[in-house]
């Protein structure tokens, strides 16, 4: 799977559009970018999911570049809740349209959203 | 809502004794995965299954951990004999493979080993 960049850290108030980068250079033609994010203390959450146009559900966007290159996740409107790592992932997801095998979580970034 | 549930959440025993880590994936899901996390490593893969068979545990180390499925309710994950380099947060995560990769997760079990 590709390796992902991603900043250590970043900080949000309350309300405000959360905007988190993701670089995935080496992505591959069959890579997915997934996002899932830990609160403190919990097992990880997924949030969204992608391959090549931008995606959109309840918890959050996913924007990603044309040559796919990079991504980012949005939180539209971050709450003190939102506080977490959030780990950017790619995986390969075979043609059939099932995914197979494990998750390469690295460090993340750790998002604090503050009053 | 359907959760992956994991018991002990919290174990603290002393080195050299067994310990049994259990975990119940969400009914339907066919696919388990281990995963430990510690401050130095971050999140680790250690084993994963689908429809009970193991695929995958190049993660965990072979001479003192196991994992098994007994049947499709649980997936245990056993060391033996434990050591204090083994206290982590052991996190069960499940999922279909029918689907789109995605992965519930448990809410861990913290592990200290004295």
């Known amino acids: 799977d590709a390796k992902t960049t991603q900043p250590p850290s970043m900080d949000c108030a309350e309300g405000r559009a959360a905007n988190l980068p993701c670089n995935h250079s080496t992505i591959s033609g069959n890579e997915y970018v997934y996002w899932y994010r830990q609160i403190h203390s919990q097992g990880p959450q997924y949030i969204i999911h992608g391959l090549k146009n931008n995606e959109t559900n309840e918890m959050a966007s996913l924007i990603i570049t044309e040559d796919r290159k990079s991504s980012t996740l949005i939180l539209p409107h971050a709450t003190l809740r939102d506080t977490a790592v959030y780990y950017c992932?790619?995986?390969?997801?075979?043609?059939?349209?099932?995914?197979?095998?494990?998750?390469?979580f690295g460090q993340g970034t750790i998002l604090t959203v503050h009053p | 809502d359907a959760r992956v549930t994991q018991t002990p959440r919290h174990k603290v025993t002393e080195m050299g004794q067994e310990v049994t880590m259990r975990c119940q994936p969400i009914l339907g899901h066919n696919t388990v995965f281990w995963y430990r996390q510690t401050m130095m490593q971050g999140l680790e893969l250690l084993a994963y299954?689908?429809?009970?068979?193991?695929?995958?545990d190049s993660g965990m180390p072979k001479d003192r951990f196991s994992a098994e499925m007994p049947d499709a309710t649980l997936a245990t994950l056993k060391i033996q004999p434990s050591e204090p380099r083994d206290s982590a947060v052991y996190f069960c995560a499940s999922g279909s493979s029918g689907g789109i990769g995605r992965q519930f997760f448990g809410p861990g079990t913290r592990l200290t080993v004295l």
């Open positions: 992932i790619v995986r390969v997801v075979n043609a059939g349209g099932t995914s197979y095998g494990k998750l390469t």
């Open positions: 299954f689908r429809n009970r068979a193991p695929l995958d």
